[in-house]
């Protein structure tokens, strides 16, 4: 017994160190040439253009023959204004010379725009139900996310990230932005205070932070990371949702993601040049807008 359990200390120990030597590599290859940004308490790295080698990464993704997914929800007016940009910009720009299926979850095919795809991309179409019960689009959308991630997603990616419509590749998203999870931090909230941040703050909802606690203030236009991340957060959500329903108390999505976050720390934060709005200054910090956010959220 006494062996055992010294194999089962020493196991652990290997484990231990083998994920904070990892953790340590991949902050020390993401963040060494961008002194002027912030970085994380847990090793995760933030991406910003200069703080990883494409190359490396690639030379590593190549050899996996890995498929990713974008999955986007799309209806009514955001059909007809924002989708055929999306989808045009991302075939263009997202996850260049890799497999990608392109998921888009809307409520009537006979709206979907014209769209041509280039090599290795797939579209798939993904019905949305609707309950008379919930007019809450982001809960209509996670509901039916959830069960195709069940039904057959999980099965045909590798990695998977959700998008809001409202935005507009402008340079590449590549697999330096893949990991276990990744979460996208708010443009605006990034340069401020994190006592400001629009935490849920009532302490009876699911999406509760308490005040004095919290590490950034993520957006909900990006999520990603393997299936069974994704799966996690979507059954959290429409959990803590529920929960909070029958308690009389509503709250944002944005909340729900950014408890789950802050609970489930992710491996690989977005910086702001991957939802950065147009219509203001770009900081010094941003060398290069790789996604436009349009002043508009489903």
């Not at 590599?25 to 970085?39: A, E, G, M, S």
């Amino acid at each position: 017994l006494c062996l055992q359990a010294e194999l089962l200390l020493l196991l652990l120990f290997a484990c231990c160190v083998f994920y904070f030597g990892t953790c340590l590599i991949c902050f020390f290859l993401f963040n060494r040439k961008r002194p002027d940004v912030k970085t994380t308490d847990w090793f995760a790295p933030i991406i910003w253009e200069g703080t990883y080698n494409r190359q490396v990464l690639e030379n590593y993704y190549k050899r996996l023959n890995i498929t990713i997914g974008l999955a986007v929800f799309a209806m009514g007016k955001f059909v007809d204004q924002y989708l055929q940009q999306f989808i045009h910009s991302a075939n263009k720009h997202f996850m260049k010379g890799y497999s990608v299926i392109f998921y888009i979850l809307m409520d009537d095919f006979s709206k979907l725009p014209p769209i041509k795809l280039g090599p290795l991309r797939t579209l798939k179409l993904c019905i949305i139900f609707k309950q008379h019960t919930w007019k809450d689009l982001n809960y209509i959308y996670m509901r039916n996310f959830n069960v195709y991630i069940l039904e057959h997603i999980q099965y045909e990616v590798d990695f998977l990230f959700s998008m809001s419509v409202n935005q507009i590749f402008k340079n590449d998203f590549g697999v330096e932005n893949l990991g276990k999870s990744v979460a996208q931090l708010h443009a605006w909230w990034y340069f401020g205070h994190a006592k400001n941040f629009p935490y849920e703050r009532r302490s009876k909802s699911a999406a509760f932070i308490p005040p004095g606690e919290g590490d950034f203030y993520y957006h909900s236009a990006i999520f990603g990371g393997t299936p069974g991340e994704v799966l996690a957060f979507t059954e959290e959500y429409i959990k803590g949702i529920q929960n909070d329903t029958r308690r009389g108390l509503q709250s944002t999505y944005e909340c729900y993601l950014n408890k789950y976050l802050f609970i489930n720390k992710p491996t690989k934060l977005l910086s702001p040049e991957y939802n950065w709005d147009l219509n203001f200054r770009t900081p010094p910090q941003i060398k290069r807008v790789k996604i436009a956010w349009q002043s508009t959220s489903i």
